[in-house]
């Protein structure tokens, strides 16, 4: 079964500090990885996306790693500020000419303390 | 640019009521999606649409309906409200499809049915 499991649940850090969030898939043909961010009442909003044949991918802040082998996904946040406080959502889409399949994780809710 | 519009924000329904949430794009695109955000899961697609007049099925589609007379416009009827679809939803367009194209969101619709 096509499953996109991310951990942790829910995480609390002091602005300044760095994390690591995670996303492990299990999504098979594999096409593309995406991080969203999801401020609490707004919607998505895409962070990056990788390929099969991307290992990272930065924006910011925010470095997504991609190994397709072990299929995990990790993003990083750098020096976290308070707006950082969010869901990080990962998102994978299994590929196919013409398909529009997204496989949804249930996000990471970050929170950053001042 | 506005990008993705969804109204209304907020809604309350009774048990059995009808209603259509809109969304419109101004960016051209052809794909168009109807999601659902419910707690501890993640989004789950609706209904979507690959064109104007083309509309297909999604994961949870039953009670819903939707259509697509133009390429901006691909509103989400709610044919008799029940309590499970209290939920938030949201519209995305991109513009080309799940293995290459980037998602965007509007900002989402609250809706409570009683």
């Known amino acids: 079964k096509n499953q996109v499991e991310q951990s942790p649940q829910s995480l609390i850090i002091l602005e300044g500090k760095n994390c690591t969030l995670q996303?492990?898939?299990?999504?098979?043909?594999?096409?593309?990885l995406r991080w969203y961010k999801q401020d609490t009442g707004r919607g998505p909003v895409s962070l990056t996306i990788?390929?099969?044949?991307?290992n990272t991918k930065s924006n910011g802040r925010y470095t997504a790693t991609l190994d397709a082998d072990t299929k995990q996904s990790s993003l990083h946040i750098t020096a976290s500020q308070l707006s950082d406080s969010a869901s990080y959502i990962c998102?994978?889409?299994?590929?196919?000419?013409?398909?529009?399949?997204?496989?949804f994780g249930t996000g990471t809710r970050l929170k950053v303390l001042a | 640019n506005a990008g993705v519009t969804q109204t209304p924000k907020f809604q309350v329904l009774k048990t059995g009521q009808s209603m259509t949430l809109q969304c419109a794009q101004d960016?051209?695109?052809?794909?168009m999606s109807w999601y659902r955000q419910d707690p501890g899961m993640g989004l789950r697609l609706i209904h979507y649409?690959?064109?104007?007049?083309?509309?297909d099925q999604g994961e949870v589609p039953n009670g819903y309906n939707v259509s697509r007379s133009t390429t901006e416009d691909f509103p989400l009827r709610l044919l008799s409200a029940a309590p499970s679809q209290t939920s938030v939803y949201f519209c995305?367009?991109?513009?080309?499809?799940?293995?290459?194209?980037?998602?965007?969101f509007g900002e989402g619709s609250r809706l409570t049915v009683l």
């Open positions: 998102v994978v889409s299994p590929g196919g000419s013409g398909t529009y399949k997204y496989i």
């Open positions: 996303c492990n898939y299990t999504v098979s043909p594999f096409s593309n």
């Open positions: 990788m390929t099969f044949s991307e």
């Open positions: 960016m051209n695109h052809e794909y």
């Open positions: 649409s690959v064109g104007a007049g083309i509309t």
């Open positions: 995305a367009s991109n513009l080309q499809g799940a293995d290459t194209g980037e998602l965007f």
